[in-house]
């Protein structure tokens, strides 16, 4: 089983930064694809940023240019920082590992990461 940790969520006020680490539990994996999807309250899960391919990357319109994914794959870790924050990216922060272990793919989320912008 490929286990998912995420860290790095805190309490920041608007136009302040942070950046979230995301780790597999497991370095015997290929990995397809690294992703950050978002959760605020009411509201459905959506994604932020995904690294697949290789180095091609996807980000949310309301994000662009205020977030980037990169992935170190031999640390099986990928990170999201995020500058310039306001207050509706407020959420639980999500992380999403796809990839193949012992043959199998996987698809395995974090417990989540509590990101708090206010003032």
């Known amino acids: 089983q490929v286990q998912v940790e995420e860290s790095g969520g805190d309490l920041v006020q608007p136009g302040g930064s942070l950046k979230l680490s995301c780790t597999a539990s497991?370095?015997?994996?290929?990995?397809?694809?690294m992703a950050w999807y978002r959760q605020a309250p009411g509201k459905q899960r959506e994604l932020v940023a995904m690294?697949?391919?290789?180095?091609?990357?996807k980000y949310a319109d309301s994000v662009k240019g205020r977030f980037t994914i990169s992935v170190d794959v031999a640390k099986k870790t990928a990170y999201l920082e995020m500058n310039d924050l306001k207050p509706e990216d407020t959420a639980d922060y999500y992380c999403?590992?796809?990839?193949?272990?012992?043959?199998?793919?996987?698809?395995?989320w974090g417990q989540g990461t509590q990101v708090t912008v206010s003032s």
């Open positions: 497991r370095r015997d994996i290929i990995i397809f694809s």
């Open positions: 690294m697949y391919d290789g180095p091609t990357t």
């Open positions: 999403n590992v796809g990839g193949q272990w012992l043959g199998r793919q996987f698809d395995s």
